[in-house]
Nanobody, 123 residues
Framework: QVQLVESGGGLVQAGGSLRLSCAAS????????MGWFRQAPGKGREFVAG????????RYADSVKGRFTISRDDAKNTVSLQMNSLKPEDTAVYYC????????????????WGQGTQVTVSS
């Protein structure tokens, strides 16, 4: 049974930092490209960042470029999202996801999803 479990969310002031982690089990982690998405209240789920199986390729949404960094540790089966210079508009539930093929920015390309972790940025 595949499980993706996010952690690290919380409440932070604008300008602060958080580090999200996603622990994967039940799949051959090294074969999967990994992504982070977020969903704010009343909005659709949007792509935030992704990292390839090798870790050498990454992609980011324009809204987070230069502030967020995605990384993976295949020895620990984890993917992380370092979020700096947080803004109130970053408030959302953050999800990690695994894609066997490609590094899509669409939710349709992902095979497995976590349950999400709440990030709230106060102004």
């Amino acid at each position: 049974q595949v499980q993706l479990v996010e952690s690290g969310g919380g409440l932070v002031q604008a300008g602060g930092s958080l580090r999200l982690s996603c622990a994967a089990s039940g799949l051959t982690f090294s074969r999967y490209n990994m992504g982070w998405f977020r969903q704010a209240p009343g909005k659709g789920r949007e792509f935030v960042a992704g990292v390839s199986t090798t870790g050498r390729s990454t992609r980011y949404a324009d809204s987070v470029k230069g502030r967020f960094t995605i990384s993976r540790d295949d020895a620990k089966n984890t993917v992380s999202l370092q979020m700096n210079s947080l803004k109130p508009e970053d408030t959302a539930v953050y999800y990690c996801a695994a894609a066997l093929v490609g590094l899509p920015a669409s939710t349709y390309g992902y095979d497995y999803w976590g349950q999400g972790t709440q990030v709230t940025v106060s102004s």
